[in-house]
């Protein structure tokens, strides 16, 4: 996750760490904690950008997949418009699945599988 240099400083001053330590945690150079989590999720609060890869492929019948991935791919949302479904997977898992959601409803899924991984992966 990137977060500008003032920010880390604040984050760090709440957490009673440095603004290196908060650096360390944002690039996951600490273990993961719940104390590790708490200092990603305000991070993310505070502004912090995290990363995603979107790519388009096609399956052989033709159908068309659009992949939102965040955090090496540890979580995706993955949209086919032949079905107009959109799955959600953590860790290669599918865990939810939507039909038909508009541009805003498929905008609230992807901020909140950002917020995912940039608090969990």
Not at 31 to 54: D, H, Q, R
Not at 100 to 108: D, N, R
Not at 110 to 117: G, I, N, P, T
Request: include cysteine.
């Amino acid at each position: 996750m990137e977060l500008k240099r003032g920010k880390m400083k604040e984050i760090g001053a709440r957490f009673g760490i440095t603004s290196q330590g908060v650096s360390q945690i944002l690039s996951g150079r600490r273990p993961e904690s719940t104390y590790a989590k708490a200092v990603k999720a305000a991070a993310y609060e505070a502004g912090g950008l995290i990363n995603m890869a979107v790519s388009f492929e096609t399956e052989k019948g033709g159908n068309v997949l659009m992949v939102c991935s965040w955090s090496d791919g540890a979580v995706q949302l993955i949209h086919s418009r032949a079905t107009d479904t959109v799955y959600k997977y953590v860790c290669g898992e599918q865990v939810e699945a939507w039909q038909g959601l508009s541009i805003p409803e498929f905008i609230q899924k992807q901020k909140a599988c950002e917020r995912l991984a940039a608090i969990n992966y």
